[in-house]
């Protein structure tokens, strides 16, 4: 029943890539040109990947739905960039990120890519260097290492508070140089609704162009997905307002597996709700919990105190607060991963000891830090985000503690690729956050920009070719045959359904219903029950989308509501999808926490006799159940072991 | 000219700015020897020196060039930036700005204005081209001064021109050593002070002669 | 909170514009200035209109998308936000607000709000990189660079092309945005190879585009959200100024093949 191959090359595991590499086969440059390229998505991953793509000599198109390319999500990214540099002689090796990638990923990721990915960080950190992103420096002039998210070892590289943006910017550029040479043409403001197969194999998409409404035919030999995560199933998160899943859906509607959609990363440390009207969350840097100490007081009435204004946090005595991250894991602390520091929040705030005027937030507190390292020290580490936070919440961390609570931020599952990155549709790759492969269940700081390069600039260049290496006789594919009639109809049938459907609500109370059934029972903790009634919620939901929606202006015009729309009916469907995963998966793992399956602690159990594999489901239509498909996960190098971080 | 570069352009016109502001420390050291109380003497004598050496004769050929290259540029790239914005604001700037660096080519054109009234007054009646008044002769420019500066209505006039070109001048002299790129983190503070006061020093300066003989003489 | 809104509503690039009067209620001190949008256009569709198309993302005030020229200032009365990172606490109870798009014949627009700001893409592609290809670069420690100029090199790198200081320069100029990209890649060792080639093509496809005259009234560094200075442009100009004066005659070199 398996149709799933990883395609793993044979031989140790440290071997594997140089063995690709050698036996990949090339394309002629003369027979490059004659070959085309769609890439979807203009982060790290779609634009070092149509960058490398074009610099090479292949046809590239690339489309993102911003402006332009340098807009894309990936710039919002703080913290930094690992790479086994070693450059602090503190130890690190390839083998050492390798591990601590399996292990953070609570052993749900595929040992001969993130090994891959190991390897080739250090390449990554050379050619940005080159391209001129300015990271940070030591006064000798060399860079500088910072340890981050808990790491053992200095290998996170960053530039200030903004290494997403400068990373960006740097493949930006090398983009921008192809657009001039012509190697890549760019289509902004696009969004790609459909994929279109030819004979099984992909071989273009379906654009709607966003300013004049019209529907366009792309062909190409092969197309490239790298369209990024889907976290704004929970409508809050702290993704851009435009991230979607729908390049991603379409494809696995056209026959791409999409694997472990359950996998989200809930990020610890973001600025708390407001209030009704939110549209967005916002990230605070992890490294804040470097200085920060977490906290809830330890007795209801100081919570209902604070609640009412009568006190301050600062009023609260030593021994009254909760310092829990510190009373639970004393080995890490308030260091702890990600997931492990979410749940934890989220423990405290469902037992009723949040605080702030929602009860659904945590203190961050820096006055011991302030204390301990002066307040220029901390300044110096943390101003602008201090000041970030200040122009949000207008409190002064300086003054009194920061409010945070967990927040979506990155989802690890998505579209199940093989070792070379193609999906299970041949010459449909999917490439960063919207692949599932490198972060199993659970994605360690500072590797989501590393994997993004890694893929786009040093692994897709060299697969891709031994695919087209057999494309180099297939002539360049007409538009008007009636595979693409066929998918340029049906995305133009969909839009009208939608555009008449007659309804009454915006798709925004659409997307929060959504959000708000996904947060409650599929969020940070899970059960069985729970999952169940999320279904029958959204099936119900995806009823009441069907002809409840009210999207004004036309088709054949700039129509904000309608993009939103076609995004919104492809969260849900997803949303039904996440569900169905999170109730097969009976164990709990990294980011996915079922509350039957823990330890007398409270901590995830895992289950590796039954569900050491990849969980990647299948489209059977519109109403049928998707099928699941499973890649069992062999670790070879790495022994499996409980996390543990007391 | 047209298909020089914007930064160009912008450079030619701060290197002329920049001659034509020497020039007017120069300018404005003969203008004071009008006070000096000997008859016009001392006037007079450097009136005559640079009426008629022939280095300065030079000088006058690149101070007029320098002037129509400034203005040149400066109408040219005024109605550039004009077309850079075809439809206006509804809404009217509220930058934190200095007033008056928005509105540089406006206090020229006054500049310019008070320029061609200067020119007939003086310089036109010195080459011939004007008439002078009954009982004053053409390169008699001290009583040519003393007899313009007793009207008070055109002593105010030449006032007002004066605290415009100071205006001018306090956003030009720095604007010009940034556009020259020359910017440099130490020292633009000092040079936007120097700018500054030498702006008051050229504006106090042309308005004190009018002021004095209205007032003692 | 209560407000009047004045907004430019265009229907598209060659439809006539004019501003609307719109009231708003309710609205929390703490929502963001599009969250308050967010409310009007919830408003407008439930009650049958036609929702205020205007340009958003990230809204945590990095992906440089957001565009609003709010009470005559771009991204509004905060200094050094975004509009996304600017909180209906900063405006009065009660006032009315204007809000027009960025304004400039580079920037034409598009719908109500939205302009399109590909020139600036266009002037990134004339020479805003470093000539490097992926693969075949040296070790990243070959290359010191002194701490001074890596930070100065950050501190322009910083901007996020959102294009408030063409919209606030009285002349619609774009000189900081190139300033500070032509500075960014100036200052360091990687892209000195390059420089002079780089800012005399920028600078050519700046004025090609039709973006006014720097007359340096600074009004691109007040209203900078990310804080880029007039530096930038004054490093440009000198970097201008030295490729114009000093560099060689070209010639055209045929790699022998």
Redesign the interface.
Known sequence: MTRLNARIPEGPVAEKWTAYKSGSKLVNPNNKRKLDIIVIGTGLAGA?AA??LG?LGYNVKVFCY????????S??AQGGINAA?N?PNDGDSAYRLFYDTIKGGDYRAREANVYRLAEVSN?I????????V??????????TNRSFGGAQVSRTFY??G?TG??LL?GA???L??Q??AGSVT?C?RRDVLDMVLVDGKARGVIARNL?TGEIERHAAHAVVIASGGYGNVFFLS?N???SNVTPAWSAYRKGAMFANPSFTQIHPTCIPV??D????L??MSESLRNDGRIWVPAKMKDVEKLRNKEIKPSDIAEADRDYYLERRYPAFGNLVPRDVASRAAKERCDAGFGVGSTGVAVFLDFADAIKRKGHDAIDSLYGNLFQ?YE????ESPYETPMMIYPAVHYTMGGLWVDYELMTTVPGLYAIGECNFSDHGANRLGASALMQGLADG??VL?YTIGNYLSAEIHTPRFDTSSSEFKLAAEGVTDRLKQIKNCGG???V??FHRRLGKIMWEYCGMARNDAGLTEALYQLTELRQEYSRGV?I??GLD??N??LEKACRVGDFIELGQLMVRDAQQRRESCGGHFREEYQTSEGEALRNDEEFAFVGAWEYKGRDAAAALHREELQFKEIKLSQRSYK | MLLYSSITKKVLMALAGLFLVTFLCVHLGINLMLLRDDGGRTFSAAATFMGTNPLIKVFEIVLFAGFLLHILFGVLVSFQNRAARPSPYVCSNNSDTSFFSKYMFHTGIIVFLFLVLHFIDFYFIKIGLVAPPPGIESHDFYHRTLLLFSTPWYSLLYIVCFIFLGIHLNHAIQSAIQTLGWNHSKYMGAVKFIGSAYSVFIAAGFSLVPLCILFFK | MNFTLKIWRQKNATAKGEMVSYNVKGISSDSSFFEMLDTLNQQLIESGGDPVAFDHDCREGICGTCSLYINGRPHGPVKGVTTCQLHMRAFKDGVTINVEPWRAKAFPVIRDLIVDRSAFDKIIQAGGFVSVNTGGVPDANTIPVPKEKSDAAFDAATCIGCGACVAACSNAAAMLFIGAKVSHLALLPQGRVEAAKRVEKMVACMDELGFGNCSNTYACEAECPKGITVVNIARMNREFLSAKLFAEKEKIVQDSL
């Open positions: 070092s960058s490398s610099q911003q402006d332009t390319p340098r807009r894309a999500h710039i919002a540099k450059y390449q950190i050379d050619l940005c260097v080159a391209q001129g300015p990271f940070a420096r030591e006064y000798g002039g060399l860079l530039a200030r903004q943006q400068q910017l930006y550029s090398a921008s140089r657009i001039a760019l902004n300013v702290t851009a307002m435009g407001h209030g009207a939110q549209s967005k916002t990230l970030m122009q949000i919440v207008a600039y040093f260049p009454k609500e915006s925004d109370s009210r004004p202006g015009e700039y904000p509501e």
